[in-house]
């Protein structure tokens, strides 16, 4: 204190000084050869002083700093670049401990992370760099080891901030310690200990040859011990004691960290150094944290305790898991038993001390205060030591664990049974006053009556200006209270006036007018006081209410009322309203009286007994009524006020009407829905006797054709019953090799036209025989009504095995069928072989072309036998196939003029049954075997067309065609018939056709048949 008030030139001087002499001492106790010392004090001097004292005393460490390099070195350059280095690093040092919240009491694990993050890393880092940097430049052999220089000076700086900082931190923060001889002496006992154990391990020569680098951890212990048992005071101390042990023993090469280079030997040291520091400092802050947390909840316990017992709480702490509850608090005032005998209440014995009644309560309230993480807080009873019920208020709030469990419940009981006697009184007083005030008038008054027959107000309570606007003499001056009275209620209580003048008591409502110009209601009890000798009314008191509220309500009322007529005669639906005990009708909408047939008025009045046509009916709804105070939907029979019978469905509840315990009830008429519901049981009824009688079978499906029903054909139809089928695969009961098939129509079914209009199953009966079903499948899944796939079906077994049997004989016909044709052919095969072998011994040339031409016609016909046998259809011959065979036959038999003669078939797809294509192809084999030997000349070319064509759709046109000289001229088929042409015009009339000639370049064969039956047909 003394030193603060020196004037600052003398301070500066001071604090110069003060640098000088340590900067000389860390310099002395540096290595000669490196100038680099184990430990800079100077740093930790100058940012203390920087901490306490301020910037402006950052001067000082310029001034000293400077003077002792200069002094030793002789330059002073290098001395004013160091002096830099050392301002510049405790600048640093303050500037970022500032911005960090940096506490020099060193009570916090952070603090020390400052100290030694921010200054130990940063800001001598920062000074070490400027420093090796300029003597760089002024001595420049030193750049090579540039590095380990920078490395060497920051090290010796960082160890100087972490040692000597704190120490000096401690002297300057130095407070009374309240320590207790006992705890002296184990603190002396303690530093001499760490001093003769740290003599030993740094200087004692006789034990070096044993020891080794390990053994300086020995120290350890008694540091941590000086951290834990004495705080940061001791931790600095200690950490300084064996600093200095380890700095000379080392300076003068006797300790362990003495090596043959120096530079090793400051590396070794100052990390041991480091740690040493860091350990003591950061243990002794934990403690320091600990002990600054466990003194502020030992002073908030003790708050907590006094507060809770001079406001007679009782204080708990539930373990949830155990039940054990720790109590605290005004327990003897609240509960009656001392604190060692609640100390025994578990959260068993708690629950049974509350009241039966409140009981449950407290345990659900609990229970989900508990899961929902919410502040227990309810009221309920507890029992006292005397046996006695007090009004407790409980608010407890819970501690969950990191997965959500509730494990443990703080809270407090407070005794509210005064409050609560208090508020229970505090209800009645309102009560009371409640009452009295709707009792009570607004305002009193007296007046007395004046000659010229009005009234004259002599006093009146306070609140009569409140209520009219007027002062007494004011509305005295506008001649009376009858001056404000509205005109027309002061005609209407004229006869009541007469009364109270007469000296009879009278209570009158009448509007007034404000001094505002409002429009208030009053309700006025008139007294007269009359004199008993004379009968004259010698004064008049009264009592005024403010009832324009009331009238407001009132009229809102009847308002209300006047809609709620409104909107029931509205409503399409009967409604009612009847007394309760009697069943009296109060009120009735028009949509009832107009369904009974009568008018409003003719129902209400009458009785709602009488509607019911069972008795006991009416008597079932009343006891549901009044055991829940409503029913819904209760279907009974009535008869009507016109005696119009019916069903309906009463939807009813209980309810106050004009002052009267009610029932309000609405009427549905289902009678019309009960001849319809009973229309549609009949329905249905023959509808079910219908489909489980029929012979075919129905099935319904779900969309994983999982079966859902079936009626009774199906089982005579498969074997299984329906619930047997309800447990099968459906798809795996039919043929393997049908269920391609079965998929496909599944497909189509949910995903093309959602029908399959025919199909037919082959499913595996019961007994293990095949059964065939046909039938058709529909998806109605879509459809809310029926939700399902619906199969329709019959057993077609006896006509698949009959049409099986049809279908063989079919086949063995056909067989036999083109056996005859093959025999046919064979046979006609033989003929024209025989009339070969006949033509080749017959000299005669025209002989021998007429067996030609027969084995050619024979050879026609045994064509159509060969194509037949060689189809699938025996009864038809294709005329295009047919033809084209035809020819090449005939262009084999007449080679010699076919070669130059082409013949061009054009033959429609027309199929021709047996009876019509052979004599076509007889036709043809003529009328070409004629134009081949004819129409040309030998040797010259030709062409002969063959046309088969379909005129219309009961015709058919056969035209040969040829291009050669053509018929001589009054040339006709009935006069110069050979025997092909009558043979031709023979065929003819066997297909029941016309034979035309036409000469034109060439001629032309054309004949005309109809179509008979089948024997045309297109493809």
Same mark, same amino acid.
């Given at each position: 204190?003394?030193?603060k008030r ?6 500066l ?8 002499g ?33 910037v ?10 400077a ?20 301002t ?20 916090r694990?952070r603090?020390i992370?400052?100290?030694f ?5 940063l ?29 060497l000076?920051?090290f ?10 704190p120490?000096l931190?401690?002297? &300057?923060n130095?407070?009374?310690?309240q ?9 002396i ?15 004692a ?14 120290v350890?212990?008694?540091?941590i011990?000086?951290?834990? /048992? ?33 530079t ?40 907590? /305790? ?17 039940g054990?509850?720790?109590?605290s ?8 038993y001392?604190?060692?005998e ?8 708690w629950e ?6 409140? /009981? ?20 309920? *009873?507890f ?12 608010r ?10 509730a494990y ?6 407070a005794?509210?049974?005064? %409050? ?6 505090l ?6 006053? *409640?009452?009295?005030?709707?009792l ?5 008054y ?5 000659n010229?027959?009005?009234?004259r ?25 009858? =001056?404000?009275?509205?005109?027309d ?7 009541s006036i007469?009364? %109270? ?7 009158i ?12 209601w009053l309700?006025?009890y008139?007294?007269?006081i ?8 010698l ?31 509205a ?5 009612? &309203? ?9 009120y ?11 008018m ?9 007994p009488?509607?019911y ?16 105070g ?33 029932v309000?009830?609405?009427f549905?008429?289902v ?6 519901e009973?229309?549609l ?7 079910r ?5 029929s012979?075919?079978g ?7 054709? /999982? ?6 054909s ?14 099968m695969?459906?798809?795996?009961m039919?043929?393997?090799a049908d ?20 199909t037919?199953v *082959? ?21 809310p ?24 004989s ?25 009339l070969n072998?006949?033509?080749?011994s ?5 002989? *021998?072309s &007429?067996?030609l ?5 024979v ?5 159509v ?36 003669v082409?013949i ?18 007889l ?22 067309? &063959?046309v ?28 110069h =018939? ?5 043979l ?6 066997q297909?029941?056709?016309t034979l ?14 109809p ?9």
């Open positions: 204190m003394y030193f020196l004037p600052y030139v003398l301070q001087f001071c604090f110069s000084l003060l640098i000088f340590i900067t000389y001492l860390g310099l002395k106790f540096s290595f000669v050869e490196t100038h680099f010392a184990q430990i800079w004090s100077p740093t930790g001097l100058s940012l203390v002083i920087v901490l306490f004292f301020g402006r005393f950052l001067p000082a460490v310029f001034i000293g700093t003077a002792n390099y200069i002094m030793i070195s002789g330059s002073v350059p290098l001395g004013f670049v160091f002096a830099i280095g050392s510049v690093e405790a600048a640093i040092g303050f500037y970022l401990l500032g911005k960090a919240g940096f506490d020099a009491r060193l009570l694990l603090d992370w400052y100290l993050s921010i200054v130990g890393l800001s001598t880092l920062a000074g070490a760099v400027i420093c090796v940097t300029a003597v760089g430049i002024m001595h420049p052999q030193m750049w090579d080891g540039y590095i380990s220089y920078v490395g000076w920051w010796g700086n960082l160890v100087g901030a972490l040692i000597v900082t120490l931190l401690q002297l &300057i130095a407070v009374k310690q320590w207790t001889s006992a705890r002296i002496a184990e603190y006992f303690l530093l001499i200990l760490l001093l003769v154990i740290a003599y030993v391990i740094f200087h020569r006789y034990f070096k040859e044993y020891l080794n680098y390990s053994f300086v951890y020995l350890f212990p008694f540091t011990w000086c951290s834990i /048992r004495f705080g940061m005071t001791g931790a600095a101390t200690s950490v300084y004691l064996v600093s200095l042990n380890a700095v000379i023993s080392t300076q003068t090469q006797t300790g362990l960290f003495a090596a043959e280079s120096y090793t030997s400051i590396v070794l040291l100052d990390g041991f150094l480091v740690m040493l520091s860091m350990t003591s400092l950061g243990l002794a802050a934990l403690v320091a944290e600990r002990d600054a947390a466990e003194r502020l909840l030992r002073r908030s316990e003790e708050n907590y /305790r006094i507060v809770a017992e001079h406001t007679g709480q009782l204080v708990y702490d539930y373990t949830i898991s155990t054990h509850i720790l109590w608090g005004a327990i003897e005032d609240v509960t009656q001392t604190a060692t609640f100390c025994s209440f578990d959260i068993s014995l049974n001390n509350i009241h039966p009644y409140d /009981r449950s309560q407290a345990l659900v309230m609990l229970g989900e205060a508990m899961n929902k993480k919410t502040e227990y807080n309810v009221e309920y *009873r029992k006292r030591k005397d046996g006695s019920y007090i009004d407790i208020l409980d407890g709030t819970f501690l969950y664990a990191a997965d959500g469990t443990r419940m703080l809270g407090t009981m005794d509210i049974t005064e %409050i609560k006697q208090a508020d229970v009184k209800k009645e007083s309102e009560e009371r006053y *409640r009452l009295f005030s709707l009570a008038s607004d305002y009193v007296s007046a007395v009556l004046q010229d027959g009005t009234f107000t002599e006093w009146a309570s306070p609140a009569f200006e409140r209520v009219t606007g007027y002062t007494i003499q004011e509305l005295n001056q506008e001649h009376g209270w009858t =001056a404000i009275i509205d005109p209620d002061l005609n209407r209580i004229g006869d007469s009364m %109270i003048r007469s000296g009879l008591s009278a209570i409502e009448y509007r007034i007018k404000t001094k505002e110009g409002n429009i208030k309700r006025d008139i007294q007269p009359v004199d008993p000798s004379s009968n004259a009314v004064l008049y008191t009264g009592g005024v209410q403010d009832i324009t509220e009331r009238k407001r309500i009132e009229d809102e009322l009847r308002n209300s009322e006047e809609r709620f007529r409104a909107i029931a005669n409503i399409t639906v009967p409604l009612i &309203i009847s007394r309760l005990p009697d069943g009296k009708v109060l009735a909408n028009r949509y009832f009286a107009d369904s009974a047939g009568l409003q008025e003719d129902v209400i009045g009458s009785l709602t009488s509607f046509q069972k008795s006991e009916d009416r008597e079932r709804l009343m006891s549901i009524l009044a055991a829940k409503r029913v819904t939907n209760f279907e009974v029979a009535v008869t009507s006020p016109s005696g119009r019978k019916g069903t309906v469905v009463i939807s009813a509840e209980l309810t106050t009407f004009q002052g009267e315990n009610a309000v009830a609405t549905y008429d009678t019309q829905r009960k001849k319809l009973q229309a049981s009949e329905s249905e009824e023959r509808f006797v219908l489909v489980e009688k012979t075919d129905i099935c319904l499906f779900d969309r994983r054709l /999982r079966l859902l029903y079936a009626t009774p199906v089982e005579k139809m498969v074997g299984y019953s329906v619930d047997e089928l309800k447990g695969n459906i798809l795996a039919t043929d393997p269920r391609k098939v079965h998929r496909k129509n599944i497909h189509t079914l949910f995903h093309m036209d959602g029908s399959v209009a025919s037919q *082959r499913f595996r009966h019961k007994n293990g025989s095949w059964v065939y079903l046909e039938g058709s499948l529909t998806n109605f899944i879509h459809d009504r029926i939700h399902a796939i619906v199969c329709n079906f019959r057993n077609v077994t006896d006509r698949v095995h009959a049409e099986d049997r049809i279908h063989r079919l086949q063995e016909k056909e067989i036999l069928l083109k056996e005859v044709h093959h025999r046919v052919k064979n046979n006609m095969q033989v003929v024209s072989s025989l072998l006949h033509s080749s017959i000299k005669n040339t025209r002989v *021998r &007429i067996f031409e027969s084995q050619n016609r050879k026609s016909m045994a064509l036998h060969e194509i037949l046998y060689q189809t699938k259809d025996l009864a038809r011959v294709n005329m295009m196939h047919y033809t084209k065979k035809l020819i090449a036959v005939i262009q084999q038999s007449f080679a010699a003029q076919a070669k130059f082409a061009a078939p054009k033959i429609a797809n027309i199929n021709l049954d047996v009876d019509a294509a052979i004599p076509c192809g036709i043809i084999n003529e009328l070409v075997t004629n134009a081949l030997k004819h129409a040309f000349a030998a040797g010259k070319t030709g062409k002969i067309s &063959i088969i064509s379909q005129r219309n759709s009961s015709h058919v046109v056969l035209t040969v065609h040829d291009d050669g000289k053509g018929l001589p001229k009054g040339f006709t088929a009935a006069e =018939a050979s025997l092909g042409l009558t031709v015009q023979a065929l003819v009339e297909l029941k056709g035309s000639v036409t000469v034109k370049r060439g001629t032309a064969f054309s004949v005309t048949f179509i008979v039956n089948e024997t045309l047909i297109v493809s």
